[in-house]
């Protein structure tokens, strides 16, 4: 399954699948970018980053690619279990000194495994 | 890894009342902390940059008066909703930079959700 982010902001899959969430970034000048889930009630929970000297970075179960050009971002979940079901952001942010750490986050996608 | 905790995680209060949030770095001294306001069912925006030392640098929008930060320690950020009102019932989280000059990371508390009645 595949979400656009900020038109699609609910993505469900069947568990076993690959889920793809998508995101569109806003500045041209950042250079780091983050994915976090979020379950309900609690923190942002790291899953990947990728600086922008990249295209693309491979996790456990997780892939970031990234396009400049277009200033896209995607998160690739492979096999999406029951326990991926949560929000899962986009963040951007500029690494550079005082930058570091001010992340603008995207609208946010929530997945929805079905067993 | 390096834990940032973050307390309360629930507090309910009444309108015109104040409330302090805190938010520790447990096993790294954190100079930068960052304080977010979630909205249910919506991103994250950020609110302000904690300074330990200096005064906290407030996002356009952000009222200091409203949302005083205080990081009097390098481990320790607190954020103070002053004069509570319904609206201000949000869901507020804070990061902190580990400060280190390689492969600095950046970590999140488990968030706090204020309710005013």
């Known amino acids: 399954g595949e979400s656009v982010g900020l038109h699609l902001p609910t993505l469900s899959v069947q568990e076993g699948d690959n889920s793809i969430i998508n995101c569109a970034y806003s500045?041209?000048?950042?250079?780091?970018f983050i994915w976090y889930k979020q379950e309900s009630g609690k923190g942002p929970q790291f899953i990947i980053d990728?600086?922008?000297?990249?295209d693309k970075r491979q996790g456990q179960r997780v892939t970031v690619l990234l396009n400049k050009t277009v200033k896209h971002l995607s998160l690739q979940i492979a096999a999406t279990q029951p326990g991926d079901s949560a929000v899962y952001f986009c963040a951007e942010n500029i690494s550079g000194g005082t930058s570091y750490g001010k992340l603008t986050f995207g609208q946010g996608t929530i997945l929805t495994v079905h067993p | 890894g390096a834990v940032v905790s973050q307390h309360p995680s629930r507090v309910i209060c009444k309108s015109g009342t104040s409330v302090k949030i805190e938010c520790r770095s447990l096993d790294f001294q954190a100079t930068t902390m960052f304080w977010y306001r979630q909205f249910p069912k919506k991103s994250l925006m950020l609110m302000a940059t904690s300074n330990e030392g200096s005064k906290a640098t407030y996002e356009q929008g952000v009222e200091k008066d409203k949302f005083l930060i205080n990081h009097a320690s390098l481990t320790l950020s607190t954020l103070t909703v002053t004069s509570a009102h319904p609206e201000d019932s949000s869901f507020y989280i804070c990061?902190?930079?580990?400060?280190?000059?390689?492969?600095?990371?950046?970590?999140f508390g488990s968030g706090t959700q204020l309710s005013v009645l």
């Open positions: 500045n041209s000048a950042s250079d780091y």
């Open positions: 990728i600086r922008s000297n990249m």
């Open positions: 990061s902190a930079r580990t400060g280190r000059t390689t492969n600095e990371k950046l970590f």
